[in-house]
């Protein structure tokens, strides 16, 4: 399960990766549940749920032009740890969030938690640079980053969603997808033994477009391993 990644940086990566404007303000270079990221999602027509902070929007050409036309693409502000529609409280919300930092693809669509959110298209990309992983091979978690193997950044598929509270307050959420990585050469051999392996959905270049206008029947398309020869794996040196 992933629970913390690195946000872009600088941040002329986000315009020149994925062609949204940078962030207004600062991202942390580590996100953790329940604190704030980034993500990118279709521009929003208007009466949509407003965003607690959405960035300069433009177009961006489609790679092999989807079924549908591709959609313009905003850089969204939200809390990292999706918070469904149906909490009652805010309480509730921060209870939830830290649980719902990933969502199985194989059950997006049956689960309380990320149904709604699956099935009304409100798919997102998460730009980071890596994420983290606890390697358990030596019997002790050592924290270990993954990244691609060019440095370049990387656009895992996620979910958002807007949830408004009794007293008009607003949080906007989002979450990671994952696949299963039993078979994974490089993702096996991470998170706790006996569990079974999972990995962020990480989308192939070109196919951002595709993803965040795909119809929810071929949406599950994208939801594959990415190539374990793409991908390097450090750990991480903690500081004396």
């Known amino acids: 399960m992933s629970t913390q990644y690195e946000s872009l940086h600088p941040a002329t990566l986000y315009p020149e990766a994925f062609h949204v404007a940078a962030p207004a303000s600062p991202v942390g270079r580590k996100v953790w549940p329940r604190q704030p990221g980034v993500f990118i999602r279709a521009a929003q027509a208007a009466g949509a749920p407003e965003s607690e902070e959405i960035e300069e929007v433009e177009e961006v050409a489609g790679v092999d032009k989807p079924a549908r036309e591709a959609p313009l693409r905003e850089l969204v502000a939200g809390q990292f740890g999706l918070v469904p529609r149906w909490v009652k409280s805010a309480s509730d919300a921060k ?23 699956w099935l009304a298209g409100q798919r997102c990309i998460v730009p980071m640079m890596a994420f983290m992983e606890d390697d358990w091979r030596s019997g002790k978690a050592v924290s270990t980053r993954i990244a691609r193997v060019d440095g370049k950044p990387m656009g895992v598929a996620g979910l958002w969603e807007s949830w408004t509270g009794a007293d008009g307050e607003v949080i906007v959420s989002y979450t990671l ?64």
């Open 177 to 240: 997808l994952t696949v299963n990585a039993n078979s994974h050469a490089l993702m096996s051999r991470y998170q706790q033994p006996g569990n079974e392996k999972r990995m962020v959905a990480i989308l192939n270049e070109g196919a951002a477009d595709a993803w965040l206008s795909a119809r929810p029947e071929k949406a599950r398309e994208f939801m594959r391993a990415y190539p374990a020869n793409w991908l390097t794996a450090n750990p991480v040196e903690k500081k004396g």
């Open 95 to 117: 209870l939830r969030s830290t649980k719902l930092v990933n969502a199985r693809s194989e059950t997006v669509t049956t689960s309380n938690n990320f149904r709604d959110a």
